[in-house]
């Protein structure tokens, strides 16, 4: 009996130094897998600020002025000028139906095109 | 198995009964040699069981000393935790405008450097370098390469293309260290403010940034603190604003065939400086050599930077403080009439411009209007030499601006050691005293704000900042009419820009010659403007060195009225819709519709 609780006792040792071994490694790669995963991420942070000079260096007012007098026959931007901000009040109403223009009584069973209610505008175009 | 011995041998009693001898002495024999035979066996099996133990205990022991050994032996590894911002430690904080553009960053590079004992083929390294490097010169490199120095760099900084074309030269020796460098993405852009970057102590696997000029160096420790670092330092200039009066600004210097001008535009509330353009001007991300060829002034280099460290005597743009004084004061009021006759103070008589004449007396809003020479100087009698003094000192013009540029506490304005009356004259009509633009900008904007003392700063300030009051709202007001007066009917009606009410003040000055006195055609022309007139929210002064304009003939006109005005009127034209300012029609309506159309 003695001699069985022995053996029971010396093969438990062994069972917990292979487990202490084991966790031991296993640590091991957990804390070199995070040293990879901050390399990753410092690198990515480089990768970041790369992109935003890049992004910097693209939208400097030289180069958008030069591609604004480049494509200027497409689009035709010029600088803003004072007279473009105005009051509200300075604006002119849009013109208001024509007589008989709308249905008296429309038909709401189907859905309703607004659009083709309204007469045309009399300026064409959008505002 | 050992034969037993018995207690009492048959043979052995036998014989001893014979010989009559006693054969108790023969048992007694046996039982003490069993005994002693019993005793070895068991001292044989202790042995053998401390023979184990000392095994154990050795084997126990040499596992630990060996393990103790192993760790002593190794080198410590410190476990990395902080390795999440970048892969080189020392950053350097960005700069930013008062919106986020990013006006300074960093950019991962790498550097060149040769360990000279890997070299394979050095005359083959040499001449391929430079072949690559146009400013590197093969014999130099070769005889930097041979004469027994173990290391030497070739180039700070490298383009990942020009990387690749010295690897594929192909050398062990030639090695790359990786590094930043500070970056300007915008160019030419408030290259003055920014100044520029260069590396300080260098090492292989990393180069420290240091500030060389402009806000760099002044906030170098800011820029450099490891805490702040991900946070960017954000200016008060906008970006659209300074490159916008950089170009009308360079587009009206070679209209105006000027040797060089400045413009600054600054918030009168707050004092934070919107825009600040000196031209000349360079790139910072490469800074021409400072040394100025024989001969030349300080501010022939493209690095002076003529809005903060160009001292100027600055004209008639003084006359308004001269009369905001005597306001002040209570000695005059708008309308008091004060001789434009005559002036002289002792021997010295002062004269007009062009000698024109404004009759015997005017009203002081009609002096500051036409920018009478001798009206002013009789206003600046009244106030005296020790008042007028105190006065240009409380509104900064005297005193090195406070804003942070490391060239600005170098920039000390000029005055005379003494102030008499002649002095208190031609002080008080911009002579004989010099400033810069920007102390300019920041006194005008303390009358444009009601008289609170304003100081200039270009880093982002939310709130309105606090300073001593200079002079009461009232006598502000009144000069900020007076100078509208100026654009509505005085020497400055090109600056009178639709829908934004702008005041301002022109001032012409000779420019000094060297050994004294003054030139005849050459001039420093300066317009300082505050808009909207009726509630100033800006100040903007533009000031050109030895412009030529043209009033459509063939008159050359070397007054501010024809140089300095017409820039600053199209510089707000394209600003003030930039700034959101509405142009205010003349009689305001209100909320009440103003025009509804019926077709």
Known sequence: MRGLLYVLAFFGMIALGAWAYSENYAMRARLAEGQRLRAEIAALNDAIATQRAEWAFLNRPDRLRALVDVNFERLQLMPMEPGQLAPVATLAYPAPAQDGALPGNLDLSQSVDVQAILPADPEGGAP | ?599
Do not use: C
């Open chain 2, 1 to 599: 198995m050992t034969t037993r011995t018995p207690l009492r041998p048959l043979a052995r009693i036998l014989d001893a009964r014979e010989k009559g001898e006693n054969p108790d002495l023969i048992e007694r024999e046996n039982l003490r040699a069993r005994h002693e035979a019993m005793k070895s066996r068991a001292m044989g099996r202790a042995r053998f069981r401390l023979g184990i133990l000392s095994f154990a205990f050795f084997a126990a022991f040499t596992t630990i000393g060996v393990q103790m050994g192993l760790t002593a032996s190794q080198t410590p590894v410190e476990p990395r935790q902080e390795a999440g911002k970048s892969t080189i430690s020392a950053q350097r904080a960005d700069i930013t405008d008062r919106n986020g553009n990013v006006l300074a960053t960093n950019m991962l590079t790498h550097s060149l450097y040769v360990q000279t004992a890997d070299l394979v083929d050095p005359p083959r390294v040499a001449r391929e370098l430079a072949a690559l490097f146009p400013e590197l010169k093969e014999d130099e490199l070769l005889r930097r390469f041979t004469d027994g120095r173990s290391f030497l760099w070739v180039r700070k900084v490298l383009s990942p293309e020009q990387m690749q074309a010295v690897h594929e030269i192909g050398d062990p020796g030639l090695l790359f260290g990786p590094r930043e460098m500070r970056l300007y993405p915008n160019g030419t852009l408030a290259a003055h403010i920014l100044g520029g970057a260069s590396f300080g102590a260098e090492g292989v696997s990393s180069a420290e940034l240091i500030g060389v000029a402009g806000i760099e160096k002044a906030m170098d420790t800011r820029l450099r603190d490891p805490a702040l670092a991900g946070e960017p330092l954000a200016l008060s200039l906008d970006l659209t604003l300074q490159a916008t009066m950089e170009e009308v600004l360079g587009a009206g210097m070679v209209m105006m065939n000027a040797k060089g001008a400045a413009g600054i535009l600054m918030n009168v509330h707050t004092g934070e400086i919107l825009a600040m353009a000196s031209l000349p001007d360079f790139d910072p991300n490469d800074r021409p050599n400072p040394v100025l060829p024989k001969g030349a002034e300080p501010a022939d280099s493209p690095l002076f930077n003529r809005a903060v460290q160009g001292v100027y005597e600055l004209g008639s743009t003084f006359k308004i403080f001269a009369a905001a004084q005597a306001m002040e004061l209570g000695l005059v009021t708008p309308e008091t009439e004060v001789n434009t006759a005559a002036l002289s103070v002792g021997k010295k008589r002062f004269s007009e411009f062009d000698n024109k004449n404004y009759g015997p007396v005017a009203t002081v809003s009609k002096i500051i209007a036409v920018s009478s020479n001798i009206g002013t100087g009789h206003i600046a009698l009244m106030i005296g030499g020790e008042r007028q003094q105190a006065f240009l000192k409380d509104l900064g013009l005297l005193d090195p601006s406070p804003v942070e540029l490391v060239e600005a506490p170098g920039a000390k304005p000029l005055r005379p050691p003494k102030w008499p009356d002649v002095v208190t004259v031609t002080a008080a009509f911009g002579h004989g005293i010099s400033s810069s633009p920007l102390n300019l900008a920041a006194a005008y904007a303390t009358i444009a704000n009601g008289g609170i003392k304003v100081t200039p700063t270009l880093l982002q300030r939310d709130a309105p900042m606090k300073g001593i009051r200079v002079m009461s709202p009232q006598v502000a007001a009144d000069s900020v009419a007076m100078l509208r007066r100026v654009v509505t009917e005085g020497t400055a009606t090109l600056a009178d820009v639709e829908g934004y009410s702008v005041a301002g003040k022109t001032g012409t000055a000779d420019k000094p010659k060297k050994g004294g006195g003054y030139y005849d055609d050459k001039v420093v022309n300066t317009f300082a403007a505050v808009f909207p007139s009726d509630a100033p929210q800006y100040v903007l002064v533009i000031s050109m060195d030895e412009p030529e304009g043209t009033s459509g003939g063939s008159e050359v006109r070397r007054t501010a009225g024809w140089t300095a005005v017409p820039v600053a009127a199209e510089i707000i034209k394209r600003i003030g819709p930039l700034m959101g300012l509405r142009p205010q029609v003349e009689a305001a309506p209100g909320n009440e519709v103003t025009a509804v159309r019926n077709d």
